[in-house]
């Protein structure tokens, strides 16, 4: 993580600037996000575990679950992330017995809706690393694909900033 802070006390200026780095793997999967991490734990020797809060995001009134594993021998933090939530929009007047149930899915991340889950690590880890976790990911039966995403050029990278 690289910070940057500079003061101008003429100007009354002061400018904060965080770059924060991480990699991101993209996940497809039909699986319920638990059964994933099980299904993970059990061929990657990881052990992810459910989070105590999750991604709530009130504005948008959806919650996003996560699944964390600090990883001691690799100095890493990694954190398995569901992209869709699925809810009854929080404008909607309430149900009445004329009125249908309207749930719609909202997206962590909206230029992947295609990806069902994202795994966020923390950390330093080499290219080569990072691919070899993507190889073990795709062995997974119930995993349909995994691939890394350019966190450069995503539009909404603070969202995964927790």
Known sequence: MYL???FNFEMQKLTLELD???ALI???SPEEDYRLAYLINKNMAT????????????DKNACFSIFVFEDTYTCTDQYLISNKHTGSP???KQNTLFTSVINE???????YKNVDY???IEGDL???CLQDIVNKINKIPQILTSYTINTEVLNSRDALIF
């Open 90 to 92: 929080k404008n909607k």
């Open 126 to 128: 080499s290219h080569s």
């Open 105 to 111: 899915t909202t997206y962590l991340i909206p230029e």
């Open 20 to 22: 924060y780095t991480y």
């Open 26 to 28: 993209g996940i497809h």
């Open 47 to 58: 052990c992810f575990s459910k989070h105590a809060v999750s991604l709530d995001f009130e």
């Open 4 to 6: 940057s802070v500079s």
């Open 118 to 120: 994202f795994l966020k």
